[in-house]
Protein backbone atom coordinates (compact mmCIF):
# COMPACT_ATOMS: atom_id res chain seq x y z
CA UNK A 1 0.00 0.00 0.00
CA UNK A 2 0.85 3.37 -1.09
CA UNK A 3 2.54 5.80 2.25
CA UNK A 4 0.77 8.74 2.56
CA UNK A 5 2.35 12.22 4.52
CA UNK A 6 -0.07 14.58 7.00
CA UNK A 7 0.99 17.55 8.76
CA UNK A 8 1.30 16.61 12.20
CA UNK A 9 -1.24 19.14 13.77
CA UNK A 10 -3.63 21.68 12.13
CA UNK A 11 -5.92 24.41 13.99
CA UNK A 12 -9.41 25.53 12.99
CA UNK A 13 -12.03 27.96 14.60
CA UNK A 14 -15.16 26.37 15.04
CA UNK A 15 -17.83 27.06 12.35
CA UNK A 16 -15.45 27.36 9.64
CA UNK A 17 -14.41 24.73 7.60
CA UNK A 18 -11.43 22.59 8.21
CA UNK A 19 -9.29 21.45 5.30
CA UNK A 20 -7.00 18.22 6.00
CA UNK A 21 -4.84 17.99 3.45
CA UNK A 22 -2.40 14.68 2.57
CA UNK A 23 -0.17 13.48 0.17
CA UNK A 24 0.36 9.79 -1.55
CA UNK A 25 2.30 10.17 -4.62
CA UNK A 26 3.17 6.86 -5.10
CA UNK A 27 -0.63 6.19 -5.38
CA UNK A 28 -1.56 3.14 -7.69
CA UNK A 29 -4.38 3.02 -9.79
CA UNK A 30 -6.52 0.36 -7.77
CA UNK A 31 -5.92 2.00 -4.17
CA UNK A 32 -8.46 4.05 -2.54
CA UNK A 33 -8.33 6.79 -0.29
CA UNK A 34 -9.55 6.35 2.87
CA UNK A 35 -10.19 8.70 5.76
CA UNK A 36 -10.61 7.96 9.29
CA UNK A 37 -10.57 9.77 12.66
CA UNK A 38 -9.93 9.20 16.19
CA UNK A 39 -11.63 10.86 19.24
CA UNK A 40 -9.51 10.75 22.09
CA UNK A 41 -9.77 6.76 23.96
CA UNK A 42 -12.07 5.68 20.83
CA UNK A 43 -12.05 3.34 18.26
CA UNK A 44 -11.22 4.94 14.85
CA UNK A 45 -14.14 6.04 12.98
CA UNK A 46 -14.92 5.60 9.05
CA UNK A 47 -15.61 9.15 7.75
CA UNK A 48 -15.29 8.65 3.86
CA UNK A 49 -13.73 6.95 0.82
CA UNK A 50 -12.70 7.90 -2.94
CA UNK A 51 -10.75 6.15 -5.60
CA UNK A 52 -11.13 8.99 -8.43
CA UNK A 53 -13.86 11.44 -8.15
CA UNK A 54 -14.52 13.68 -5.36
CA UNK A 55 -16.98 12.29 -2.48
CA UNK A 56 -19.45 13.74 -0.21
CA UNK A 57 -21.60 12.39 2.41
CA UNK A 58 -22.65 13.62 5.49
CA UNK A 59 -19.94 13.80 7.67
CA UNK A 60 -17.23 15.37 5.56
CA UNK A 61 -16.37 15.65 1.64
CA UNK A 62 -13.17 14.16 -0.31
CA UNK A 63 -11.07 15.66 -3.06
CA UNK A 64 -9.05 14.38 -4.54
CA UNK A 65 -6.88 16.03 -7.57
CA UNK A 66 -6.44 15.04 -11.35
CA UNK A 67 -3.20 13.16 -10.37
CA UNK A 68 -4.54 11.15 -7.19
CA UNK A 69 -1.06 12.19 -6.01
CA UNK A 70 -2.86 14.02 -2.69
CA UNK A 71 -6.44 14.77 -1.44
CA UNK A 72 -7.81 16.98 1.31
CA UNK A 73 -10.70 16.36 3.66
CA UNK A 74 -13.07 18.71 4.09
CA UNK A 75 -15.56 19.27 7.00
CA UNK A 76 -17.36 22.33 6.04
CA UNK A 77 -18.56 23.57 9.41
CA UNK A 78 -16.35 22.20 12.15
CA UNK A 79 -18.04 21.77 15.59
CA UNK A 80 -15.88 21.36 18.61
CA UNK A 81 -17.00 17.57 18.72
CA UNK A 82 -14.52 17.17 15.31
CA UNK A 83 -11.27 17.50 17.64
CA UNK A 84 -9.85 14.43 16.71
CA UNK A 85 -6.58 12.88 14.93
CA UNK A 86 -7.39 12.20 11.49
CA UNK A 87 -5.93 9.57 9.63
CA UNK A 88 -5.38 9.18 5.73
CA UNK A 89 -4.70 6.23 4.38
CA UNK A 90 -4.52 4.28 0.67
CA UNK A 91 -5.49 1.09 0.33
CA UNK A 92 -6.45 -1.42 -2.63
CA UNK A 93 -9.53 -2.41 -2.87
CA UNK A 94 -11.01 -5.74 -4.46
CA UNK A 95 -11.89 -9.28 -2.94
CA UNK A 96 -8.81 -9.80 -0.46
CA UNK A 97 -7.39 -9.37 2.72
CA UNK A 98 -7.64 -5.69 3.51
CA UNK A 99 -5.94 -4.30 6.18
CA UNK A 100 -5.74 -0.79 6.88
CA UNK A 101 -1.97 1.02 7.83
CA UNK A 102 -2.28 3.99 9.73
CA UNK A 103 0.33 6.98 10.35
CA UNK A 104 0.51 9.25 12.75
CA UNK A 105 -2.44 11.64 11.27
CA UNK A 106 -3.22 14.78 11.98
CA UNK A 107 -4.33 15.96 15.38
CA UNK A 108 -7.12 18.80 14.76
CA UNK A 109 -8.05 20.94 16.94
CA UNK A 110 -11.38 22.85 16.79
CA UNK A 111 -11.52 26.31 19.48
CA UNK A 112 -14.03 28.51 20.20
CA UNK B 1 -21.74 3.27 18.23
CA UNK B 2 -20.71 1.11 15.44
CA UNK B 3 -22.01 -1.83 16.02
CA UNK B 4 -18.92 -3.11 16.90
CA UNK B 5 -18.77 -4.42 20.88
CA UNK B 6 -15.42 -5.19 22.62
CA UNK B 7 -15.18 -6.58 26.19
CA UNK B 8 -13.95 -5.93 28.53
CA UNK B 9 -13.27 -2.09 27.89
CA UNK B 10 -10.14 -1.96 30.79
CA UNK B 11 -8.06 -5.13 31.95
CA UNK B 12 -5.67 -4.72 34.55
CA UNK B 13 -3.22 -7.17 34.98
CA UNK B 14 0.09 -8.70 36.62
CA UNK B 15 2.54 -9.42 34.17
CA UNK B 16 2.76 -12.90 33.30
CA UNK B 17 -0.83 -13.31 34.20
CA UNK B 18 -3.16 -14.66 30.86
CA UNK B 19 -6.04 -12.08 29.56
CA UNK B 20 -8.64 -12.50 27.14
CA UNK B 21 -10.41 -10.31 24.92
CA UNK B 22 -13.87 -10.20 23.27
CA UNK B 23 -15.25 -8.91 20.47
CA UNK B 24 -18.62 -8.99 18.91
CA UNK B 25 -18.91 -7.90 15.18
CA UNK B 26 -21.87 -6.41 13.19
CA UNK B 27 -23.54 -9.44 12.02
CA UNK B 28 -23.36 -9.29 8.77
CA UNK B 29 -20.18 -9.03 8.31
CA UNK B 30 -17.91 -11.51 7.53
CA UNK B 31 -14.58 -10.16 8.02
CA UNK B 32 -12.85 -9.55 11.53
CA UNK B 33 -9.30 -7.09 12.23
CA UNK B 34 -7.95 -7.24 15.41
CA UNK B 35 -5.61 -4.00 15.82
CA UNK B 36 -3.40 -3.06 18.87
CA UNK B 37 -2.50 0.86 19.52
CA UNK B 38 0.55 2.24 21.66
CA UNK B 39 0.28 6.13 23.10
CA UNK B 40 0.67 8.42 20.47
CA UNK B 41 0.62 5.77 17.71
CA UNK B 42 -1.83 4.72 15.01
CA UNK B 43 -3.61 1.44 15.36
CA UNK B 44 -1.15 -1.77 14.01
CA UNK B 45 -2.59 -4.78 12.14
CA UNK B 46 -2.55 -7.78 14.30
CA UNK B 47 -4.98 -10.38 12.58
CA UNK B 48 -7.42 -10.79 10.19
CA UNK B 49 -10.16 -13.82 9.88
CA UNK B 50 -12.64 -14.51 6.77
CA UNK B 51 -15.49 -15.98 8.63
CA UNK B 52 -13.77 -18.23 11.01
CA UNK B 53 -10.65 -18.81 8.78
CA UNK B 54 -7.52 -16.57 10.52
CA UNK B 55 -6.07 -16.04 6.84
CA UNK B 56 -3.45 -13.23 8.27
CA UNK B 57 -1.40 -12.19 11.40
CA UNK B 58 1.26 -9.98 11.86
CA UNK B 59 4.74 -10.54 12.93
CA UNK B 60 3.62 -8.55 15.88
CA UNK B 61 1.34 -11.36 16.80
CA UNK B 62 4.30 -13.34 19.19
CA UNK B 63 3.50 -17.17 19.73
CA UNK B 64 1.65 -15.64 23.22
CA UNK B 65 -1.09 -14.37 20.91
CA UNK B 66 -3.90 -16.22 19.77
CA UNK B 67 -7.15 -15.42 18.32
CA UNK B 68 -10.10 -17.22 17.15
CA UNK B 69 -13.48 -16.58 15.91
CA UNK B 70 -15.28 -19.63 16.49
CA UNK B 71 -18.23 -20.24 13.99
CA UNK B 72 -17.64 -17.14 12.16
CA UNK B 73 -19.29 -14.83 14.49
CA UNK B 74 -17.53 -13.33 17.63
CA UNK B 75 -13.80 -13.58 18.28
CA UNK B 76 -11.30 -13.69 20.87
CA UNK B 77 -8.32 -12.62 21.64
CA UNK B 78 -5.35 -14.31 24.61
CA UNK B 79 -2.46 -13.20 25.12
CA UNK B 80 -0.72 -15.67 27.38
CA UNK B 81 2.02 -14.70 29.95
CA UNK B 82 1.29 -11.09 29.80
CA UNK B 83 4.13 -8.70 29.62
CA UNK B 84 5.10 -4.86 30.46
CA UNK B 85 5.20 -4.13 26.81
CA UNK B 86 1.88 -5.69 25.66
CA UNK B 87 -0.42 -2.61 27.49
CA UNK B 88 -1.73 -1.40 25.06
CA UNK B 89 -5.65 -0.27 23.37
CA UNK B 90 -6.60 -3.48 21.45
CA UNK B 91 -9.11 -2.76 18.85
CA UNK B 92 -11.44 -4.97 16.73
CA UNK B 93 -13.03 -3.83 13.78
CA UNK B 94 -15.49 -5.67 11.16
CA UNK B 95 -16.77 -5.35 7.20
CA UNK B 96 -18.66 -6.99 5.09
CA UNK B 97 -16.33 -8.99 2.09
CA UNK B 98 -16.73 -8.76 -1.32
CA UNK B 99 -15.56 -6.67 -4.25
CA UNK B 100 -14.02 -3.20 -3.94
CA UNK B 101 -13.60 -1.06 -1.05
CA UNK B 102 -15.28 -2.32 2.07
CA UNK B 103 -14.42 0.36 5.05
CA UNK B 104 -13.80 -1.16 8.59
CA UNK B 105 -16.15 -0.19 11.91
CA UNK B 106 -14.08 -0.35 14.48
CA UNK B 107 -15.27 -1.11 17.98
CA UNK B 108 -14.65 1.05 21.19
CA UNK B 109 -11.61 -0.74 22.44
CA UNK B 110 -10.12 -2.74 25.21
CA UNK B 111 -7.29 -1.18 27.18
CA UNK B 112 -4.72 -3.24 28.82
CA UNK B 113 -2.75 -2.33 31.27
CA UNK B 114 0.36 -5.08 32.78
CA UNK B 115 2.07 -4.04 35.61
Known amino acids: DAKTTQPTSMDCAEGRAANLPCNHSTISGNEYVYWYRQIHSQGPQYIIHGLKNNETNEMASLIITEDRKSSTLILPHATLRDTAVYYCIVRVGGTGFQKLVFGTGTRLLVSP | DTGVSQDPRHKITKRGQNVTFRCDPISEHNRLYWYRQTLGQGPEFLTY????????KSRLLSDRFSAERPKGSFSTLEIQRTEQGDSAMYLC?????????????FGPGTRLTVT
Open chain 2, 93 to 105: ASSLGGVGAREQY
Open chain 2, 49 to 56: FQNEAQLE
